[in-house]
C-alpha cells in the first residue's frame, strides 16, 4: 500500500502545498488504488481518469508558480452517481434514465472544484436510492471491502466502499433516510450528514422528495473526521436553487468544553433489536465521552419510536411517487413486479419494490398520513429540548454490522428507525468507527445533535477517533468465509 492512500485529505492537500508530493503522484496513486479492487467491489461506475490526470498536471504547474491555492487543491475526489458532474452519467440507478448525461455540475460540485479537488469518478447506489443495499438494473451490486459477501450498505454504498478501500480520500454521498450514515458504518469510514438546509442540494437526482421538511441532504464521506469537517465548510450555504438551503453561522469543530456537554446514550431502537455489539459500541462512546466530563443520561422519548411512521408519511406526501421515481416519471405495476421478484423477472431490487408497497400503503390512509407528517416539527421540538444548546445523541447507526447480501431484500425495514428520526428531525449526524465486531466487520456510532450544531458532532466524532483508532489501513477486499452474522 502506498502511504498516499492513507493520509487523510487534509495532510494530501499541506502536503501538496509544501511540494513534498505532487497532485500527479496523488491522482496517480488513487487511481491505480481503484483499477486493483474495483474490480471486485463495482463500486466506481463511471470514471475520468485521464482527464483527472490532465486536471493534476495543470494543478502542480499551479503550485510551481505560487498561484493562490484552494483548500483541497490538487486532492482526488469522488462523487456519489446521484450528484451531476457534467459530462458523466446521471441515472441514479434506474434503467429509464440509463443514458442521461449531465450538462452541467452540481452545485456542491462546483464548489469542490473551485476548492481545488480533481474528480476521478462516479460511484453506485442503489436505484433511486430507495434501499440500503447498494444494486440497481443500470450498474449492478456493490461489495463491501471487509467481506465481498457483505452489502456496504446504501444509499452512498459505492462511495463508502471505494473510501474504505484506500481508492479515494474522501467524496460526497447523500442521505434522506440513512444513506451516508448506514454505509460508512458498514465499511468502517466517517461519514456526517448536514443540518437540513446546510448543503444545496441543486443538481442531485432524484429531487428532493418532500415539500414540507428538509430531510434530503449532501455530506461528506471521509477517512478522517478533519476532511469531513473540511469538506463541509467547502461546500455549505444557500444557492439561491434550492428552497430548503439557507447559511448556517460555521462553527470550527475545535476544543470542546466536555463538561457542559450533556450526552445522550441511545442504544435501543423501536421495533427492531439492536445487535448487542453494536449497543456496547454505543456504550464505548458514551463512556469515552463521560471519561472527559461530559453529562451523561439515558432518555427514551415516546414521539421517537413514531419517527420511522412520521418519515415515511412525509415522503408518501412528496411531489413524486416512488413508481414514478423508478420509471422516471412514468410508473410500473409494483404488484406485477413483487410477483416477478422470487423468480428473478422483475428489473427491480426487492427492497425498493417494498418501499413502494409502504408507500401505497399510506396512500391508502391519507388522514393518518396527513396526522403523521404534521408531528415532525414536534418531533424536532422534542429533540432540541432533550439536547439544550450543547447536548449529544449516541445512537446505533443500524441495528447489526454489514449484512450479508442475500438478507438485504429481506431485512426489517423498521431497523432503518436508527437512521430515519434524525432525517425527520433535520439533525446534523457524524458517523464514526469506534471497534471491530466478533465477525472482524467494522462497528461505529452515531452522534446527532440540534439542527446548526454540526461542530458538535464533528467535534465529537474527532474526540472518538483519537481514542479508538478510527478508519484503518485498508485490508485487500476479500471474503471471510462463512462466519456468523
Known amino acids: 500500500m502506498s502511504e498516499l492512500l492513507t493520509l487523510s485529505a487534509v495532510e494530501l492537500a499541506a502536503r501538496i502545498r509544501r511540494r513534498e508530493v505532487s497532485p500527479v503522484e496523488v491522482v496517480d496513486a488513487h487511481i491505480t488504488r481503484i483499477e486493483q479492487v474495483n474490480p471486485v467491489l463495482n463500486a466506481v461506475v463511471d470514471e475520468r481518469f485521464e482527464a483527472a490526470r490532465t486536471e ?7 503550485v510551481d508558480s505560487g498561484e493562490a491555492l484552494g483548500p483541497l487543491h490538487g486532492v482526488p475526489i469522488t462523487m456519489k452517481e446521484f450528484l451531476a458532474v457534467r459530462g458523466m452519467r446521471h441515472t441514479a440507478g434506474i434503467k429509464a434514465r440509463e443514458g442521461v448525461v449531465a450538462a452541467d455540475d452540481a452545485v456542491v460540485v462546483s464548489r469542490v472544484r473551485k476548492a481545488g479537488a480533481i474528480v476521478l469518478g462516479l460511484t453506485n447506489a442503489p436505484e433511486g436510492g430507495l434501499w440500503h443495499e447498494t444494486q440497481n438494473p443500470v450498474y449492478g451490486r456493490t461489495s463491501n471491502p471487509w467481506d465481498l459477501d457483505r452489502t456496504p450498505g446504501g444509499s452512498s454504498g459505492g462511495e463508502a466502499a471505494i473510501i474504505a478501500a484506500g481508492g479515494s480520500p474522501l467524496g460526497l454521498g447523500s442521505d434522506t433516510g440513512g444513506s451516508i450514515r448506514m454505509p460508512a458504518a458498514f465499511t468502517g469510514i466517517v461519514g456526517h450528514k448536514p443540518s437540513g438546509g446546510r448543503v444545496p442540494t441543486t443538481g442531485h437526482y432524484p429531487p428532493h422528495p418532500v415539500t414540507a421538511r428538509p430531510m434530503l441532504t449532501v455530506g461528506p464521506m471521509a477517512r478522517r473526521v478533519e476532511d469531513a469537517a473540511l469538506l463541509l465548510r467547502v461546500v455549505s450555504g444557500a444557492d439561491g436553487i434550492d428552497t430548503f438551503a439557507r447559511d448556517f453561522p460555521w462553527r470550527e469543530p475545535g476544543d470542546v468544553d466536555w463538561s457542559k456537554v450533556r450526552v ?3 442504544p435501543r431502537v423501536p421495533r427492531a433489536r439492536v445487535r448487542p455489539e453494536v449497543a456496547a459500541g454505543v456504550h464505548k462512546a458514551v463512556d469515552s465521552l463521560a471519561n472527559q466530563g461530559a453529562r451523561v443520561i439515558e432518555a427514551h422519548i415516546p414521539e421517537f419510536d413514531q419517527a420511522f411512521d412520521i418519515w415515511s408519511a412525509l415522503l408518501s406526501e412528496g411531489p413524486m411517487t416512488l413508481e414514478e421515481l423508478v420509471a422516471d416519471g412514468d410508473r410500473i405495476k409494483a404488484h406485477r413486479e413483487l410477483l416477478r421478484y422470487p423468480f428473478g423477472r422483475s428489473q427491480h431490487a426487492g427492497g425498493v419494490l417494498l418501499m413502494m408497497l409502504l408507500e401505497r400503503l399510506f396512500a391508502n ?60 428531525t433535520a439533525s446534523p449526524v457524524t458517523v464514526v468507527p469506534v471497534d471491530v465486531g466478533p465477525t472482524g466487520l467494522p462497528i461505529a456510532v452515531q452522534i446527532a445533535s440540534r439542527r446548526g450544531r454540526d461542530d458538535l458532532t464533528l467535534a ?4 472518538l477517533e483519537a481514542a479508538y483508532g478510527g478508519w484503518v489501513r485498508p485490508v485487500e477486499p476479500r471474503r471471510r468465509g462463512r462466519a456468523a452474522g
Do not use: C, Q
Open 56 to 62: 493534476a498536471r495543470d494543478a502542480e504547474a499551479a
Open 460 to 463: 465529537a466524532a474527532a474526540h
Open 365 to 424: 390512509f391519507p388522514g393518518r398520513a396527513r396526522k403523521l407528517a404534521a408531528l415532525a416539527p414536534k418531533l424536532e421540538s422534542r429533540l432540541d429540548e432533550l439536547l439544550g444548546e450543547n447536548g449529544v445523541i449516541i445512537h446505533p447507526p443500524y441495528v447489526r454490522t454489514a449484512p450479508r447480501h442475500r438478507g438485504m431484500a429481506l431485512a426489517n425495514p423498521w431497523a432503518m428507525a436508527t437512521t430515519t428520526l434524525f432525517n425527520v
Open 264 to 266: 445522550v446514550s441511545m
